[in-house]
């Protein structure tokens, strides 16, 4: 039997189960990192689904930026919970950003401009297609100063071009 890789148009539709509300404990993977942004074990999080995080990226416009933290303080709120997975997120997010290439190399515009979407504190997302060097090539066009801290780049100034959704 033969086995097809699927695309990233099919990894980004919404997966059945989703979305999921439960409580927060320190055996979810995203423990730590939801507790970060203010949620205790015991309160209510939600593992969002892909489309939801596309209906997010899609209202950055040019000139703004959002990070992982804004994403899921939205999706949080759409939900009525304390918060939202930042692990399934974040891997959303890739996954958004890949289909919008893959789409585009096929012709169609998905209309996600990922490239506004900035892990947390401003930092590239390595993960991009064509990696950190054509994040920065696509954040730099639109005007934005990208600088490098250690081994990493950021968004200098990340914080004063964030969207109020």
Known sequence: MSYRRKSWLEKLSDKKGLPKTLRLEKSLPCYNAVRKMGAEAGDKVVIANPSEIVEVMKKVPKGKLITIVEICGEIAKKHRVKACCTLTTGIFIMITANAAEEAARGGKNLGIPYWRTLKVDGFLNEKYP????????????????????????????????????
């Open 130 to 165: 064509g990696g950190v060097k054509n994040h920065r090539r696509l954040l730099e066009k639109e005007g934005f100063k990208v600088v490098r801290k250690g081994n990493r780049f950021f968004v200098k100034g990340y914080e004063k071009y964030l969207v109020d959704l």
